[in-house]
């Protein structure tokens, strides 16, 4: 899928069509292998493409692919078992990360501090995509703070704007939200995404281009939820500035894939989806 590049990332920033299912900036299928309706919970649809999307402007990795999921729309797919997880809720501390300088966390969330050099520029860039990628991109108030860490001040303030358009109250409720962003009783929202690799396609001093290979997570899991949790594959490309002793965003763009031949691992229930992002910490990334 794609997005636009530069602040304002792309020609009409933060508009949306008639399309209630669309927003800015490109367009995208799909094909995801989803929990069927058989009785034990565990039998799969056969893949089927997406709607034709029309991206959001931004540089906001989990937008992109909850567009994707919201336009799945509901029917007979709905996930068994409820939202639950032993043990204590991980986060992105759980996993400590190495290199040259161990990275901090400036909002409490997202990595920052990173080496100046080219490791330094993968680095962020990955750790970038990880909290672009998160649930908290769902929450305002969080979301105007992974926003103010990751980028160049220079385009907060209009980043922030745009993004407060994109997640509106009805894009929320596409995606299984209410209107506030909040989660329903007994369901829990499910947004990740996973670098797989990065590649470093110009770089000078103070300024790098990096491509991050990502595979993500998005849906709704709990009993009755008609989104269930599926993968998705991207490929995100940043220009970061050393700004402030540390790399920022100055702009971003997304294409699909590479996506991999899709497995015959039988989709797992709710319960276990739910229990599994409860029980296993996000990353952070250091090279």
């Not at 649809?45 to 991206?55: A, K, Q, V, Y």
């Not at 997202?110 to 929450?139: I, K, P, R």
């Not at 979301?143 to 993004?163: E, S």
Request: net charge negative; charged share 20%.
């Amino acid at each position: 899928m794609s997005m636009g590049d530069e602040r304002g990332y792309g020609d009409e920033p933060g508009g949306r069509t008639d399309d209630a299912y669309s927003t800015l900036g490109g367009t995208r299928q799909t094909r995801t292998r989803l929990p069927g309706d058989d009785s034990d919970g565990h039998g799969r649809r056969p893949p089927r493409s997406s709607r034709t999307l029309i991206m959001v402007v931004g540089v906001v990795v989990v937008l992109i692919a909850a567009i994707a999921f919201a336009n799945r729309g509901g029917g007979d797919d709905a996930a068994t078992g409820g939202a639950g997880g032993a043990g204590k809720k991980a986060d992105a501390s759980s996993t400590a990360p190495t290199g040259t300088e161990p990275v901090q966390s400036a909002n409490g969330v997202t990595a920052s501090g990173f080496a100046h050099d080219e490791q330094g520029a993968q680095s962020a860039a990955a750790n970038y995509a990880v909290a672009l990628g998160s649930a908290d991109m769902f929450d305002k108030t969080k979301r105007d703070g992974i926003l103010q860490v990751t980028h160049d001040p220079v385009v907060v303030a209009g980043l922030r704007a745009d993004m407060d358009r994109a997640y509106s109250p009805g894009f929320l409720s596409n995606v299984g939200l209410n209107q506030d962003g909040s989660t329903p009783s007994g369901l829990k929202f499910v947004s990740r995404t996973m670098p797989v690799g990065t590649k470093v396609t110009a770089h000078s001093t103070d300024s790098a281009t990096v491509e991050v290979w990502c595979t993500g997570l998005v849906g709704m899991a709990g009993q009755g939820s008609t989104k269930p949790v599926s993968a998705t594959w991207f490929t995100i490309t940043e220009k970061l500035k050393w700004v402030g002793n540390d790399w920022k965003i100055e702009s971003s763009s997304q294409t699909e894939g590479p996506t991999p031949v899709t497995s015959d691992n039988q989709a797992s229930t709710a319960d276990d989806i739910a229990g599994a992002v409860d029980s296993y910490g996000g990353f952070t990334y250091a090279r």
